[in-house]
């Protein structure tokens, strides 16, 4: 176990933000991990560093976890179980399930990060939570070393939300995620989005999982930057969930305006469409922006700090409740 002093984390996290971990080290078994928090309490967990945005220096240890490894506990004629190791990149387990004809995340594919974070704050697009297809999740507690494991209804999954996001944050340190995915018949899930669209303009009449990936890969292709070409988290706000009262007054100012009925009570209202009506798609403040096919996505085009994006994104928090009285929620962590 090296641990390293003044490490750049540039390269480490998908926004591209230039800030140090005055002390790093990279963390390859459950052992090596088991060994350091008993020594070490004062943590900061790096994985795919794809859900945050960095505005200082890292004091604390940086613990680069990259633990892999994927490994088939069960399977019958309908499903498999799987357990994930927490270094795994995402989108290539996905592409992994998908060559193995394992259905119940195609619609997840290309989503940023390492499987070890999909279950801090359920992943989710085009009509799919990660959430439905978790069985477990085990997880280091940092307090005593001891591996635990957390069944799906431990985890308390919400919305972009878990257990781990509330009462049991900065507490474990997760180290592999089960799942279970069908086998046939794949019960797909194409009427969100633009899915069925992309699908039709393909003329697939008749789609598989491979089909949906692709379809959902093309579309956050022709919509999202690749991080790799300009620095950026995904989706940096949560779509907010607001009363049907509260939609119904909008809905007479804005009759365009998209929604997602969520029950009798409550309507989901896409935040990149409140963005982009308040006037900040494709905006640029000095290298700090949001992007010009999807304004829910902030970007850094070069040299942002952390603190600069972080504060367009409170310019457009202000905006957005000024001019919807929506409250629109941060889905990424500000360190």
């Known amino acids: 176990m090296n641990i390293q002093e003044n490490i750049s984390l540039k390269k480490m996290n998908t926004f591209g933000i230039d800030v140090n971990a005055k002390r790093f080290v990279n963390i390859t078994s459950v052992y090596e991990l088991q060994q350091l928090v008993k020594k070490e309490k004062d943590l900061f967990l790096l994985s795919g560093g794809s859900n945050m945005l960095l505005t200082k220096d890292i004091e604390e240890l940086v613990v680069h976890l990259n633990i892999t490894g994927i490994s088939i506990d069960n399977e019958n004629d309908s499903n ?5 190791n927490a270094g795994e990149n995402w989108h290539n387990f996905v592409l992994w399930c998908v060559s193995n ?13 390492n499987v070890g ?10 009509g799919v939570e990660v959430k439905d297809v978790i069985t477990k999740v085990e997880a280091i507690e940092i307090a005593t070393g001891k591996l ?32 279970c995915l069908q086998k046939q018949p794949h019960q797909l899930n194409t009427s969100y989005g633009a899915i069925e669209k992309q699908l039709d303009s393909n003329s697939i009449k008749k789609p598989t999982i491979k089909d949906v990936s692709e379809a959902v890969i093309n579309i956050r292709n022709s919509k999202l930057p690749n991080p790799k070409d300009i620095g950026n988290s995904g989706s940096f706000f949560k779509n907010p969930v607001i009363s049907t009262t509260h939609f119904k007054s909008l809905l ?11 029950s009798e009570h409550e309507v989901k209202v896409p935040a990149g469409w409140l963005i982009e009506q308040s006037g900040f798609k494709g ?24 603190k600069e994006i972080y504060e367009l994104a409170k310019t457009i928090q202000q905006t957005i409740q000024e001019n919807f009285s929506i409250n629109l929620e941060i889905e990424v962590n500000v360190i």
């Open 80 to 84: 498999v179980n799987l357990t994930v």
């Open 283 to 306: 905006k640029r403040f000095g290298d700090a922006g949001v992007h010009d096919k999807q304004a829910l996505v902030l970007v850094n085009h070069g040299n942002a700090s952390g």
């Open 252 to 262: 007479e100012k804005y009759p365009e305006i998209p929604n997602y009925p969520i």
């Open 148 to 179: 635990v494991s957390f069944s799906n209804n431990d985890c308390e999954f919400g919305y972009r939300n878990s257990i781990f996001k509330n009462t049991h944050k900065g507490k474990y340190i997760i180290t592999s995620v089960s799942f």
């Open 101 to 113: 004809n394992y259905g119940g995340i195609e619609n997840l594919s290309l989503i940023p990060g």
């Open 117 to 126: 974070t999909c279950p801090i704050q359920n992943i989710g697009a085009y």
